[in-house]
């Protein structure tokens, strides 16, 4: 998706395309339009995300391994119903 200058990528765990979560007063789509796309690993899908600006990621796994790779800080991320969401915000001059 393109917004300006800025390209977003959204990964998510493939079991959590689909469902909406839940709580308090935060209703988090992880719809189709959005997330559904090309199916590929985990590793493969941060690499791929790594080209661009704006990268919006929710699920154990994809949450998990930006955080091995230390893309994401672990402070930075927010559960909705236990399942983690973070994203990553570049600026390039």
């Known amino acids: 998706m393109r917004s300006g200058y800025n390209v977003i990528v959204s990964i998510c765990d493939e079991e959590l395309l689909g469902r909406t979560l839940r709580e308090g007063g935060i209703v988090f789509k992880v719809s189709e339009p959005f997330y559904g796309g090309q199916l590929v690993d ?4 941060l ?4 080209q661009y600006s704006v990268v919006n990621m929710v699920g ?4 998990g ?7 994401v800080h672990r402070a ?17 001059i």
């Open 47 to 50: 690499q791929i995300a790594a």
């Open 60 to 63: 154990e796994r994809v949450v």
């Open 76 to 92: 930075a991320v927010m559960r909705i119903e236990g399942v983690p969401h973070a994203m990553i915000l570049r600026t390039w």
């Open 65 to 71: 391994r930006a955080i091995e790779l230390g893309l």
């Open 42 to 45: 985990v590793d493969t899908a």
